[in-house]
């Protein structure tokens, strides 16, 4: 079983930067594959950023490339994601997940752990 916290969310300004993390309880988390999502009001679940397992290949969503930088710690059992430039769409309750073998990637259906989530409000 995996347990994923969420932290880091706040208001912040247009054109600010947060830093969120997601710490796993899990001994295997060197093996899963992570990602975040985020879900605004009113809106679905939407694929923000997702990294391998050793960190080596990650992949973003064409709205947040350039601005959104998802990373790990193995050693930390963490990902993070570091968000610039944030903009008001970037306003949602933001998650992470979990998955051993992910059938895509980019696909919220395939990841069977997720936190509780952490929000970002940006407005000025």
């Known amino acids: 079983q995996v347990q994923l916290v969420e932290s880091g969310g706040g208001l912040v300004q247009p054109g600010g930067s947060l830093r969120l993390s997601c710490a796993s309880s899990?001994?295997?988390?060197?093996?899963?594959?992570m990602a975040w999502f985020r879900q605004a009001p009113e809106k679905e679940r939407e694929f923000v950023a997702t990294v391998s397992s050793s960190g080596s290949y990650t992949y973003y969503a064409d709205s947040v490339k350039g601005r959104f930088t998802i990373s790990r710690d193995n050693a930390k059992n963490t990902v993070y994601l570091q968000i610039d430039t944030l903009k008001p769409e970037d306003t949602a309750l933001y998650y992470c997940?979990?998955?051993?073998?992910?059938?895509?990637?980019?696909?919220?259906?395939?990841?069977?752990?997720w936190g509780q989530g952490t929000q970002v409000t940006v407005s000025s």
């Open positions: 997940a979990a998955s051993q073998s992910p059938y895509d990637m980019t696909s919220a259906t395939s990841y069977n752990y």
């Open positions: 899990g001994r295997t988390f060197g093996s899963y594959v």
